[in-house]
């Protein structure tokens, strides 16, 4: 199973971006994922995480009224819809996915690959 994020980039301040999560691979099932960054010097830490099934979702203060993180279950992909940029968000996006393997059963994180956000003042 292989998650790979997409959409990062380079944006001026109080701009949008829009990152996806797709995950692929064999035969699997996606419990809860979220977004994690990490900047440069500093810790992972969490963005936004949502549920598999209501889809509750959850967000860090810094980022609250600013992003949206969704789900299409249909297609195995999470998106992550970052609206008034600021040059703090500045960070590596990394996706994370509790993905239950069904042949032969496993269940454990899988992580993207990231994807640069950076925000110019």
């Known amino acids: 199973v292989q998650l790979v994020e997409s959409g990062g980039g380079l944006v001026q301040a109080g701009g949008s971006l829009r990152l996806s999560c797709a995950a692929s691979?064999?035969?699997?099932?996606?419990?809860?994922m979220g977004w994690y960054r990490q900047a440069p010097g500093k810790q992972r830490e969490l963005v936004a995480t949502?549920?598999?099934?209501?889809?509750?979702?959850n967000y860090a203060d810094s980022v609250k009224g600013r992003f949206t993180i969704s789900r299409d279950n249909a297609k195995n992909t999470m998106y992550l819809q970052m609206n008034s940029l600021k040059p703090e968000d500045t960070a590596v996006y990394y996706c994370?996915?509790?993905?239950?393997?069904?042949?032969?059963?496993?269940?454990?994180?899988?992580w993207g690959q990231g994807t640069q956000v950076t925000v110019s003042s």
């Open positions: 994370k996915a509790v993905i239950i393997v069904i042949t032969p059963l496993d269940v454990r994180d899988y």
């Open positions: 691979g064999s035969t699997f099932r996606i419990n809860a």
């Open positions: 949502i549920t598999s099934g209501s889809g509750n979702t």
